[in-house]
């Protein structure tokens, strides 16, 4: 893999591996009321993501699954970002998100609004991984709208 970090350095950031490594928010919430499964069979990827919504804010989050390095990097990042947020500060935040990793123009220069997911900035040069960066958030959207099929990103 350190062959491939020169030119894959854009894309895998130090806050990206990090969180790779030491997952946050990486169990299921005991109290959550809304769940939904993802895949990504270009990659492989796999989510759950368990939410506790109350009054339209997102009390607690969690997720678990297996995947690469920046399947799990953003599920981890998005439970972060999203604890204590509305469902509709939630829905708003995807979206600015998936703009970024498309290479949204717009997006790319208002980067610094999403805080430590402006690192993902770098995943719009690398098409095959956009899907590994939104399994996340496609799951979560799914598990706000309690959709009991797996999401796929085909
Ligand atoms: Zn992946």
């Known amino acids: 893999m350190s062959a491939d970090l020169g030119e894959l350095g ?10 790779s490594k030491a997952p946050r928010n990486f169990r299921k919430p005991a109290s959550a009321n ?12 796999r989510c ?3 939410l506790d919504v109350e009054d339209g804010a997102i ?8 995947g690469c390095a ?3 990097a953003s599920a981890s990042m998005m439970t ?9 500060e939630a829905a708003k935040l995807f979206e600015e998100f998936h703009n970024l990793v498309t290479g949204d123009a717009e997006a790319m220069k208002n980067a610094a609004e999403l805080g430590k997911l402006a690192a993902f900035g770098g995943v719009s040069k690398f098409p ?4 590994c960066a939104t399994l996340a958030w ?3 959207q799914s598990a706000l709208e309690d959709k009991e099929e797996t999401v796929s990103t085909e």
Do not use: M, W
């Not at 854009?10 to 969180?19: R, S």
């Not at 809304?34 to 990827?45: I, R, S, T």
């Open 34 to 45: 809304h769940h939904a499964e993802g895949f990504n069979p270009l990659c492989g990827d």
């Open 138 to 140: 496609h799951t979560l």
């Open 10 to 19: 854009d894309l895998y950031q130090e806050v990206i591996l990090e969180h």
């Open 48 to 50: 759950s993501v368990y």
């Open 70 to 72: 920046i399947s799990r």
């Open 59 to 66: 009390k607690d989050i969690g997720f678990e699954g297996s």
């Open 80 to 88: 972060q970002a999203l604890k204590g947020k509305s469902t509709e």
């Open 128 to 131: 095959a991984r956009v899907k």
